[in-house]
C-alpha cells in the first residue's frame, strides 16, 4: 500500500478560491482508478487546515493516478503548496469532506461548525 498525504492551510482571503481549486483536485484523483481510497477533511480545530489521504496499491499505481494532465493541472499546486508538516508534534482531529473508495466519489456535509463560531 502507498499512501499520499498532503496537509495545507488555505489562505484566510482567498478561502473560496483555494475550497473550489481544492474541489477540482478532489475530483480528478478520486475519478482515477489508480485510486483505492481518498479521504479529505477539514480541522474541526482550525478552519483554515485540511488534509489529503489517497491510498494506493503500490507506488506505480501512484505515479499512474497522477500522471493525467488533469490530475497534474490540480494536485501539483496543492503538492508544491502545502504549509503543515506530514506529522506534528500535537495531535489533530480532522472532519471528512469527501470520500472516494474504488473511484466513487460521495461528498459530505459538515457537522462540526467552522471554528471560532
Known amino acids: 500500500m502507498f499512501l499520499l ?68 493541472a490540480t494536485l501539483i499546486p496543492w503538492l508544491s503548496g502545502a504549509t503543515e508538516p506530514a506529522i506534528t508534534a500535537t495531535s489533530a482531529v480532522y472532519e471528512v469532506d469527501a470520500v472516494a473508495d474504488d473511484g466513487v466519489l460521495s461528498l459530505l456535509d459538515p457537522i462540526v461548525p467552522v471554528p471560532g463560531r
Open 5 to 72: 498525504v498532503i496537509t495545507v492551510r488555505f489562505p484566510a482571503v482567498d478561502r473560496e478560491l483555494a475550497e473550489a481549486g481544492a474541489d477540482a483536485m478532489v475530483a480528478a484523483l478520486a475519478a482515477q482508478p489508480q485510486t483505492r481510497r481518498l479521504r479529505w477533511a477539514r480541522s474541526t480545530e482550525d478552519q483554515d487546515l485540511r488534509v489529503l489521504v489517497a491510498e494506493f496499491d503500490s507506488a506505480a499505481a501512484y505515479r499512474s493516478a497522477t500522471s493525467p494532465m488533469e490530475v497534474r
